[in-house]
C-alpha cells in the first residue's frame, strides 16, 4: 500500500493505486546539491607560495559568520529525509509488484557502486601521476584527503538504504517506537562517547542519527505532517531550533558541520527541524515545481546527482589547480579578489562538471531487470553492501591513498560483478512485475 506524499495526505492509507511522485522533493534533492556544491568550492583555497610551495586552505571554514548560518545549510539530514521519501515510494510500489527486500537492495547497490568505481580508479591513476611529477607526499595526501572527505555519504546512504525494507516494516507496526528508539540510541552512544572519552564511539553513531533521519521521510511520506496545521509545525520548527541552541550552551559545537562527522545528536533535532520548515515552504516550491524553467533544470541534475556529488571537488581541484599554472594572477584564498572570483570559478567548474556527469551519469540509470527465474542470493548481496560500504569508510580512517584507491575500486567492482544472477530459482513474480528498476 502506497503511503501518500505531502499534498494528498488526506488520502494516505486508502489502499489505492500509488500516488504520482511528489516532484518537489526533487526540487529540494538539487537545491541541497547546489548549496553542497557551492559550500565545498569555497572551502578550496589555493596558492603557490614561491618559499613553501602549494598552500591550501579551507577558506570557508575561517569565517566568523559561518556557523549560525550552518544551521540550515548544512542540509545532509534533508538530503537522508528525502531519501526516505522517495525511497520508500520506490519499495511499495516493488511490494505491490510482487518484489522483495533483496530486489530493492540489489537496484540500490548497483546505482551507488557503479558510478563510484571510476571515480576511485580516478584517484589510483591521479595519485600515482602527482608522486611522478614530483608534489610532496605530504601535498598529495592532503589535497587526496580534502577532495575525497565527501565520500562518507556514500558509505552512509548505502547503509540506510540497505536497511529501508526493514525500517519500513519498523514504521508500519510501531512508527513512534522505532523513532524514539533511533533518538534513544544515539543519546546512548553519545554518552558512551562523553563518558568515556573515547570518540571513536561516535562513529557507531552514523548508524542511529542518518536512519533517524531517513526515518522522519516515512512520517512525510504517510502524511503526518500533512495532517498537522501550519502553525503546529511551525512550533515543532520553532522547538527543535530552541533544542538545537540549548545543545550548544550546553557545550556542542555551534556549527553544524563540526556536528556532522561523527554526528552528533545535534544533527537529530536539526533534522527535525529542517523537515520542519520544509513542510512549511511545501507550497510555495510546488508553485515553483510549475515552472518550466525549474523543471527543466531539475530533470538535467535530477538524473545524475549522485555522479556530481561524487566528482565536484576533484573537478573543482582539478580546475583550480590547472588555473594555478597559468599566467593568471592567483588571488590569495580570504581576500576580496578571491572571492570576487568565486562565480567566475563556479561557472568554469560546473561547465566541466556538468558535462563529465554526461557520459557517467549513465552509471546511475536503474539496473536492467533480471530474467524471470533468476535471482541473486542474499548472500551476495550482502557481501556487496559490505564492499559498497568498506572504501568510503577506509577514505574517512585514512584518508585517500594510493592503496586505499586501489584497494576501493576492486571492492566496489567486486560489489557489482556479485550482482549478477547465478542460477534459477521458484520464486513466483507478481503478474507485471520486471524487476526494481520498474519502481523506481
Do not use: K
Not at 507496526?173 to 572519552?197: I, M
Not at 520548515?277 to 510546488?286: T, V
Not at 515552472?291 to 546527482?305: E, F, H, K, P, Y
Amino acid at each position: 500500500m502506497r503511503r501518500s506524499a505531502v499534498p494528498q495526505a488526506n488520502n494516505a492509507g486508502s489502499g489505492g493505486a500509488p500516488h504520482e511522485r511528489d516532484t518537489v522533493l526533487d526540487l529540494v534533492r538539487v537545491a541541497c546539491l547546489a548549496l553542497v556544491v557551492i559550500g565545498h568550492l569555497l572551502m578550496v583555497g589555493a596558492i603557490i607560495i614561491p618559499s613553501q610551495g602549494l598552500v591550501i586552505r579551507p577558506t570557508l571554514l575561517e569565517q566568523p559568520w559561518l556557523a549560525p548560518i550552518t544551521w540550515f545549510a548544512q542540509i545532509m539530514p534533508l538530503f537522508f529525509m528525502v531519501g526516505g521519501v522517495v525511497g520508500l515510494g520506490s519499495w511499495e510500489r516493488l511490494e505491490i509488484r510482487g518484489g522483495n527486500a533483496s530486489d530493492f537492495i540489489r537496484s540500490r547497490i548497483l546505482r551507488l557502486a557503479r558510478p563510484a568505481i571510476p571515480l576511485f580508479a580516478f584517484f589510483t591513476v591521479a595519485i600515482v601521476v602527482l608522486h611522478v611529477v614530483g608534489i610532496a607526499p605530504e601535498s598529495i595526501w592532503a589535497m587526496a584527503r580534502g577532495v575525497a572527505s565527501p565520500l562518507w555519504f556514500l558509505a552512509a546512504y548505502t547503509f540506510t538504504q540497505a536497511f529501508l525494507p526493514g525500517m519500513a516494516t519498523c514504521h508500519r507496526l510501531a512508527p513512534r517506537t522505532t523513532l524514539a528508539a533511533l533518538a534513544g540510541g544515539a543519546t546512548t552512544l553519545e554518552l558512551a562517547r562523553l563518558g568515556t572519552g573515547v570518540d571513536a564511539l561516535g562513529l557507531l553513531n552514523m548508524t542511529f542519527v542518518w536512519l533517524f533521519a531517513q526515518q522522519l521521510g516515512f512520517w512525510v511520506a504517510d502524511g503526518w505532517f500533512a495532517r498537522r496545521s501550519r502553525w503546529s509545525i511551525f512550533g515543532i520548527a520553532a522547538g527543535s531550533f530552541a533544542a538545537l541552541l540549548l545543545l550548544v550552551m550546553a557545550g556542542y559545537p555551534e556549527s553544524m558541520l563540526d556536528n556532522l562527522n561523527p554526528p552528533t545528536p545535534a544533527i537529530i533535532v536539526l533534522a527535525v527541524g529542517q523537515c520542519s520548515l520544509l513542510m512549511l515552504a511545501h507550497p510555495l516550491l510546488s508553485r515553483l515545481m510549475r515552472l518550466r524553467s525549474t523543471r527543466a533544470i531539475v530533470g538535467a541534475v535530477g538524473g545524475r546527482l549522485m555522479t556530481i556529488y561524487l566528482w565536484h571537488l576533484p573537478v573543482f581541484a582539478l580546475v583550480v589547480g590547472l588555473l594555478l599554472l597559468t599566467p593568471l594572477p592567483a588571488a590569495a584564498p580570504g581576500s576580496a579578489l578571491w572571492w570576487w572570483s568565486r562565480p567566475a570559478i563556479l561557472a568554469l567548474s560546473g561547465t566541466v562538471l556538468y558535462a563529465l556527469s554526461i557520459p557517467l551519469g549513465r552509471l546511475e540509470q536503474a539496473p536492467p531487470a533480471l530474467p524471470r527465474g533468476m535471482h541473486v542470493s542474499d548472500s551476495a548481496i550482502g557481501i556487496s553492501v559490505s564492499l559498497l560500504v568498506l572504501p568510503p569508510f577506509w577514505v574517512t580512517v585514512f584518508g585517500m591513498t594510493f592503496w586505499v584507491a586501489l584497494a576501493g575500486t576492486a571492492a566496489l567492482s567486486i560489489a557489482v560483478i556479485a550482482q549478477r544472477p547465478l542460477g534459477y530459482t521458484e520464486r513466483s513474480l507478481a503478474p507485471g512485475f520486471n524487476g526494481p528498476e520498474s519502481a523506481s
